[in-house]
């Protein structure tokens, strides 16, 4: 190769440059690190059996990204610094390539990806894909331009004699969806308009609402809480204000409010006061 | 139809249109630009037009970011903001990424391939024509309800309008109408394109230019071409689909009737994941022409390259299930889907790799086309990995429809098409305006736009990791995305400062750029042997090409320890006695100008506007059309012969 | 489609003429559009929540002698070009317009049969079988128009006398067309009419 091998860069401020550079990067990622992770839609902060399957594989792809991206990124910096054209140089030499090389650098990837990407995925995806178990609790979501309802199959509402369903939303607030904690719940969804996305990250990714269809899948409280979520899908104006809190509640509990729902006693949203939403505008 | 005006009929309509070509036929006035068929004039056209979009796209995005900046910004209300949200996205992938894209084909191809035009030059005009009814019919729906007052009339369905929110029961304005006959006229722009460009790459290559000795663009363009006239007409499927819903209540995507709305996705993202393809496999070109020529080498591994390029185009449509992880259509789909979605990433990640080694070893000139070049491989290896990560079939349940994917595909499209794009501005242009754009400023904007752009959307990531949606016209306090949202905001607007710079520079150096002279970047390839602005006919003489980088050859040799050395001046290169044309140096015959495609072209928007307001206009447009396809077909191509 | 300076052949880097070549693409791009149509009559198939349905309507004997019909039209077509590459000119002008009059036949019988079942209470909106089957069969029919209307327009030009044995390509690149409309039938008429599951 003509142009000098061993010639360091420029000193100082290529140096300073390159620093600069990796610092920025790192703090870039960092910067998801740091701060509260306490927030109430963090994915990666998992209060659900399925959120932790899917935050744990996540992880496992997001590791060896960072690596390649810093390593590309820094390849990049040193190559610039390094080759940067100087007075005099001559013309390099015109390396066509290495076919040795290329399918080197074709078969591994595949090989990596294959192993950390793609064998790990599949068991997690047939489980969290699986029919919900037969004792699983049942519940009904149904999205609808701009609000979601629920309907619990397993608990007879004592006024109408059929499955008790969600009040009305209350505009600016969430729907509310009650479960056992520690239970696993059979969700089935469906929409009677548009599509929605029914996204409660911390207990599990979102899954989308369809008119025509009963999309069916189990998620899993670790422990009673307060979950927040809502709407992912673009439904129309109101589509920002589709909140969601789901409520898990231990067995007591949860058999306590089942109770009193289904008797019809009016209960305040515990979810707290309104949340401020813009307004919907013209419509249409 | 190769055939001469009849000499023994001289009606007034034959002499009024041969008036009228004559008019045209001259190279400077606003007539000679309306009926040009000259693949540069083309170009330039497309690349105007584009860039206008991109403005109009950009100030959309800052609309949209201006909303998000604080919680509850009160900035625009959700119609509001759900229409320019779509706009946003139809403009940026049909009205600028696309037509960029063309506009570098037409102005390159010919140049690289050493040909005077393209094989179809008025379905060339027509495509850009098309192009510029379609983009126009689009952005008219804005003012279609009382702009005035704020209401907008576009189209609020996002620019994937999935079903059955774009359904006449739910999108009961024109705006809907607006998006799906916009979308459907710019596909016929598309494949008219990808026609013509695959059949010019084919047939009118250079005598001696193999296949395997074309340039990188050139074989990504005849890529992006077939892609393009495979998916365009899935869409246009899609579209009718819609149309026929929406305006005869068909029951396509009725569920009411049987019809299922997944359908919709389905055909969407059977074109749409080719369609992002398209948009990428240009910029990729581009950026393999500019990165050999900057580091004084040739392109690594050059035919792993093309196969590369190849390679995706076929995998491109085994991945579009990718799209609709979470529409529950089982395990079975969505793990075939995210073995062949985490493949697809192994044919780009190869040119990734080769790019480095392009630069690695060279000479490296640090000028703005290469910044650009460089920026788009950093950039669009961030998009590729976050790609990779999305792959994961159950994360990708968290990160579906949140920021995390809004992060992904501008890293790829901005970070990475975009700035391919300028580089392409920085590195082509001078050869069409003859003037150099000025480095300094290219430099400047180069870092701020780097700069904005990642501070834009790097912060996505984040707010998408902790859960925020997309789409959403405005979020709450206490959710955590508020610091996030103030770093794209700020960032956005950084961005269109860098714009502004690029402006600027484009309008001084038109004026007082520095001369760019033949080759002023010490080119390997044909486009570089020719005066800037190239003469109407491109090649005094078509060349006859005996390597890859052909240019180069010419110039450079090795000596006697295979060290790069120029040629001598006057030396022997062994191709003397080459390089002329078979007319001898007697006249070059180049297409005539026409009118034709003009006016085909108008039948388009007359049609669309018919079938939304008044059918009888339908009428109309057609014939418009017919009378423009007729003219196209029985005007003869060329002038008589010159003695 | 006139081609630039005046000689019927450019050479070309592939051998190919420049628009033989452009309508092969076009013909591969409608196979994406027809193949687009034609899967989703096939996904919507029994799947029509209200009658009426396929074996409610179709008459099989009478679109098999249109399919028939349009199959002849094919092979008019290709006496037209072999007339014409052999420099009859008259040949050409009659099998061209056989082929356009077969092409007009096959056309009312499609205009026919869709009156018929619109009478039966099938339209657009009725079904999906409507829908699904309307749209399929409309877009083939549009398309064997637009096949009529450049049959006669050959047509008419020839009477000027400006088809010669040279100008041959024309004739082979709407015969190409032609054909290619005609197989699409063929596949239409055996997926939608003849294979009933």
Redesign the interface.
């Known amino acids: 190769?003509?142009?000098s091998k061993l010639r360091l860069p420029r000193p100082r401020s290529a140096h300073i440059v390159a620093g600069l550079f990796l610092l920025l990067l790192i703090a870039?990622v960092a910067?998801?690190c740091i701060?509260?992770t306490d927030?109430?839609?963090?994915?990666?902060a998992p209060e659900g059996e399925v959120?932790r399957?899917?935050?744990n594989?996540?992880m496992?792809?997001?590791w060896p990204?960072l690596v390649?991206?810093v390593l590309?990124?820094g390849?990049?910096v040193v190559?610039?610094l390094r080759?940067?054209?100087?007075k005099n140089?001559?013309?390099?030499?015109?390396?066509?390539?290495?076919t040795l090389?290329?399918i080197g650098?074709?078969i591994v990837?595949?090989l990596i990806?294959?192993a950390f990407?793609?064998v790990p995925?599949?068991p997690?995806?047939?489980d969290?894909?699986?029919d919900p178990k037969a004792d699983a609790f049942p519940i009904e979501v149904t999205g609808q331009?701009f609000q979601w309802s629920f309907k619990y199959p397993n608990i007879k509402d004592v006024r109408t004699g059929e499955p008790l369903e969600s009040p009305p939303v209350v505009p600016g607030h969430a729907a509310e969806l009650h479960i056992p904690a520690g239970k696993e719940i059979a969700l089935t969804?469906t929409s009677v308009?548009?599509?929605h996305?029914f996204?409660v990250?911390r207990l599990?990714?979102?899954?989308?609402a369809?008119?025509?269809?009963q999309?069916?899948?189990w998620i899993k409280a670790d422990h009673p809480g307060s979950f927040?979520?809502?709407?992912?899908?673009?439904?129309?104006?109101?589509?920002?204000g589709m909140l969601i809190t789901v409520i898990a509640q231990s067995q007591e509990d949860f058999d306590a409010w089942a109770k009193e729902a289904a008797a019809g006693v009016k209960t305040v949203p515990e979810s707290g006061g309104p949340?401020?939403?813009?307004?919907?505008?013209?419509?249409? | 139809m190769a055939t001469e005006w009849p000499q023994t009929r001289k009606t007034g309509l034959a002499d009024a249109l041969r008036g009228a070509r004559e008019m045209a036929d001259q190279h400077y006035g606003i007539w000679s630009w309306i009926a040009t068929v000259d693949h540069k004039r083309i170009g330039i056209m497309y690349g105007v037009t584009a860039f206008i979009f991109f403005l109009t796209g950009g100030v959309e995005a800052l609309l949209l970011r201006t909303q998000l900046v604080v919680p509850n910004a009160g900035v625009l209300d959700a119609d509001q903001y759900n229409r320019i949200l779509t706009m946003h996205g139809t403009t940026m992938v049909f009205l600028v990424i696309m037509p960029l894209s063309a506009a570098f084909f037409n102005l390159m191809t010919p140049l690289m391939i050493g040909a005077r035009d393209v094989a179809f030059p008025r379905l060339n005009a027509f495509s850009y024509w098309v192009f510029l009814a379609g983009g126009i019919f689009l952005n008219v729906s804005f003012f279609t309800k009382n702009v005035f007052s704020g209401e907008l009339g576009a189209p609020d369905c996002g620019w994937t309008c999935y079903s059955t929110l774009s359904s006449k029961a739910f999108s009961p304005g024109h705006g809907v109408d607006f998006w799906a006959l916009g979308v459907q006229i710019l596909g016929i722009a598309s494949l008219a394109s990808g026609f013509n460009f695959i059949v010019t790459i084919l047939n009118m290559r250079a005598p001696g230019m193999t296949l395997f000795r074309m340039p990188l663009f050139v074989w990504m363009t005849l890529v992006t071409s077939f892609l393009l006239i495979f998916a365009m007409p899935v869409i246009a499927v899609a579209l009718f689909e819609l149309i026929f819903d929406r305006l005869f209540n068909a029951n396509f995507f009725n569920p009411d009737k049987g019809g299922n709305p997944l359908l919709w996705q389905h055909m969407f993202w059977l074109f749409g994941h080719p369609e992002v393809y398209i948009l990428i496999l240009p910029a990729m070109g581009i950026v393999s022409e500019i990165l050999p020529t900057f580091s004084r080498k040739p392109l690594f591994g050059y035919p792993f390259v093309v196969f590369s390029g190849i390679a995706i185009g076929f995998m491109s449509w085994g991945v579009w299930v990718h799209h609709m992880y979470t529409t529950g259509l089982g395990t079975v789909a969505n793990s075939a889907f995210g073995i062949s979605t985490i493949l697809i990433g192994v044919p780009t990640g190869v040119k990734v790799l080769n790019w480095m080694a392009t630069m690695w070893g060279g000479s490296l000139n640090l000028k703005a086309p290469m910044m650009f070049a460089v920026g788009f491989v950093a950039m669009f290896t961030i998009g590729g990995l976050s790609g990779v990560t999305h792959s994961v079939v159950p994360s990708d349940y968290q990160q579906q429809d949140t920021y995390y994917v809004v992060a992904h595909f501008h890293y790829v499209l901005f970070g990475g098409a975009i700035f391919a794009l300028f580089a392409g501005f920085y590195y082509w242009l001078p050869k069409f305006t003859g003037k150099l754009l000025n480095d300094g400023l290219g430099q400047v904007h180069f870092w701020l736009m780097l700069i904005g752009f990642n501070l834009t959307f790097f912060p996505m990531h984040i707010s998408g990791l902790l859960g925020m949606p997309r789409r959403i016209s405005t979020y709450s306090e206490g959710q955590g995305w508020d610091i996030w949202n103030l770093l794209s905001t700020i960032g956005a607007f950084t961005i269109a400062t860098s714009i502004l710079i690029f402006i600027v520079n484009f309008i001084y150096s038109l004026r007082r750029g520095e001369a760019a002279g033949y080759d002023p970047w010490d080119g390997r390839t044909l486009e570089w042997t020719i005066p800037s602005p190239p003469p109407h006919y491109n090649f005094e003489n078509i060349p006859v090409v005996h390597a890859r980088d052909p240019f180069w050859h010419e110039k450079y040799t090795e000596d006697e320890q295979g060290r790069p050395i120029p040629v001598v001046a006057g030396a022997a290169n062994g191709h003397e006695g080459e390089g002329h044309d078979e007319h001898g140096g007697h006249g070059i015959h180049m297409p005539s100008p026409s009118y034709f495609p003009l006016i085909a072209a108008l039948g388009f928007p007359i049609m669309a506007t018919g079938l939304i307001y008044d059918y009888a206009l339908v009428a109309v447009g057609a014939a418009v059309l017919f009378v423009g396809i007729y003219g196209w077909a029985l005007e003869p191509a060329t002038e008589a012969e010159e003695a | 489609m006139a081609q630039a300076a005046g000689t019927a052949h450019l050479e070309t880097s592939t051998g190919l003429d420049n628009r033989k070549l452009l309508m092969w693409l076009f013909l591969g791009s409608e196979c994406l559009f027809f193949g687009s149509l034609i899967a989703a009559y096939l996904l919507y198939r029994d799947r029509s929540v209200t009658g009426p349905y396929p074996g409610d309507l179709f008459d099989i004997p009478f679109t098999s002698v249109s399919a028939f019909v349009l199959l002849m039209s094919s092979v008019s077509m290709v006496l037209a070009l072999a007339a014409i590459q052999r420099g009859n000119v008259r040949g050409m002008q009659i099998w061209l317009l056989t082929t356009a009059v077969l092409g007009l036949l096959f056309l009312s019988g499609q205009a026919f049969e869709f009156t018929e079942f619109n009478h039966e209470g099938l339209s657009l909106s009725t079904n999906l079988f409507g829908t699904t089957f309307f749209v399929l069969t409309g877009f083939h029919g549009a398309h064997v128009t637009i096949g009529v209307l450049i049959l006669l327009s050959l047509f008419t030009v020839s009477l000027q006398g400006r088809i010669q044995q040279k100008d041959s390509l024309n004739v082979e690149l709407a015969g190409l067309y032609w054909h290619f409309v005609d197989i699409v039938w063929i596949v239409i008429f055996t997926l939608v009419y003849l294979i009933q599951p």
Not at chain 1, 210 to 213: A, P, Q, R, S, T
Not at chain 1, 228 to 240: K, S, V
């Open positions: 190769m003509t142009v870039l910067s998801g701060g509260d927030t109430p839609q963090n994915t990666l959120a399957h899917q935050r594989l996540f496992l792809a997001m990204a390649v991206m590309v990124e390849a990049i190559t610039l080759f940067r054209r100087r140089d001559a013309i390099p030499k015109q390396t066509h390539g290495n090389l290329e650098w074709t990837p595949t990806i294959v990407v793609g995925m599949l997690v995806l047939f969290l894909g699986r331009r969804l308009d548009v599509n996305s996204g990250p599990a990714g979102t899954q989308d369809i008119n025509g269809e999309h069916r899948f927040a979520g809502q709407c992912r899908e673009l439904c129309g104006t109101g589509h920002a949340v401020a939403v813009a307004a919907t505008g013209s419509g249409g």
